[in-house]
């Protein structure tokens, strides 16, 4: 279960984990403190990823990133608790976006056409432009 504390002070279940269920994703994601403490009330077993390994698979599938970020903001599981960080969700899909076109550019830049193919295969739009309107093409 997820613990928090309410605003009396109190400490309150703010959801309850189901089978084959995730948690501290919002955090890793957004980069920001885990909002809730989860606790086992029965025998399971916990796989970890740090978030160090997970950045790091997202910079190589940034498109599945950017679906999970997505994902977040449409899931009614999170209820309220990613309605209060919706904005900061919003701001790090568009820094990753602004992120991946300038890889692009750059790759395009250099001539380094293996990294620009590898890149447009794993769902870069090669028609994105940077922030002073340039794009790859």
């Known amino acids: 279960e997820g613990v928090g ?17 995730s948690f501290g994703e919002i955090a890793i994601l957004c980069n920001i403190p885990q909002p809730y403490s989860v606790r086992v009330c029965e025998l399971c077993r916990l796989l970890r990823l740090d978030k160090q390994s997970f950045t790091n698979i997202l910079e190589i599938y940034f498109v599945d990133g950017r679906k999970i970020l997505s994902n977040l903001t449409d899931n009614n599981e999170y209820g309220g608790r990613v309605k209060q960080i919706e904005s900061d ?12 076109t300038l890889r692009v550019n750059s790759a395009a830049f250099y001539g380094d056409l293996n990294q620009l193919k590898g890149l447009i295969r794993a769902g870069a739009d090669p028609k994105n432009t940077d922030y002073d309107g340039r794009s790859p093409l």
């Open 5 to 21: 504390i309410g605003e009396d002070g109190q400490e309150e279940t703010i959801l309850m984990l189901e089978p084959e269920s």
């Open 89 to 100: 969700i919003t701001f790090h899909i568009g820094k990753q976006e602004a992120e991946l």
